[in-house]
């Protein structure tokens, strides 16, 4: 009988443990990928917890300052150092142009152009140029729908 020679493993071990680790480098890129994730979504949550709080804060110190508002004009006005009627004159005109532009329904016209014309049913004109776009082809982001030649992500 003929021996055989048996076949060198040392190749095919080389690649296996060459795959081996190709297998677990990824894994563990995976895993840090998932850990900087985790780690990102609790400082996203960290920040909104003080957001919220910030909030939380500041409505209660415009409630106290309306408060103290209130408490002043009324002493002002019952000591008649000011005229009532006067100071509401005043305050509406102060108000009406410290508001900010009235939000707006992409069906109607946009403040800023003038009163164009609302857009046909079904269609919505394009933040930007105006052109009247089917619905189904709206691009939308943060600052509005746009027409697909204006849109920028």
């Not at 060198?8 to 990824?26: G, M, N, R």
């Not at 394009?126 to 982001?141: D, L, S, T």
């Amino acid at each position: 009988m003929m021996d055989v020679p048996k076949p060198s493993y040392d190749f095919l071990d080389a690649l296996l443990d060459h795959a081996t680790s190709i297998e677990k480098d990824a894994w563990n890129g995976a895993a840090d990928q998932i850990a900087a994730l985790g780690e990102e979504h609790e400082e996203l949550a960290r920040t909104v917890r003080r957001l919220v709080q910030l909030d939380r804060l500041q409505s209660k110190q415009i409630a106290q300052l309306r408060e103290l508002v209130r408490a002043l004009v009324t002493m002002l006005v019952e000591a008649g150092t000011i005229d009532r009627a006067a100071l509401e004159s005043k305050v509406a005109v102060a108000l009406g142009e410290a508001a900010p532009p009235p939000m707006h329904d992409a069906g109607e016209a946009h403040p800023y152009r003038g009163g164009a014309p609302a857009p046909r049913p079904g269609f919505v004109a394009c933040a930007r140029c105006g052109k009247e776009i089917p619905r189904r082809q709206v691009f939308e982001n943060a600052d509005g729908k746009f027409c697909a030649t204006c849109f920028e992500p």
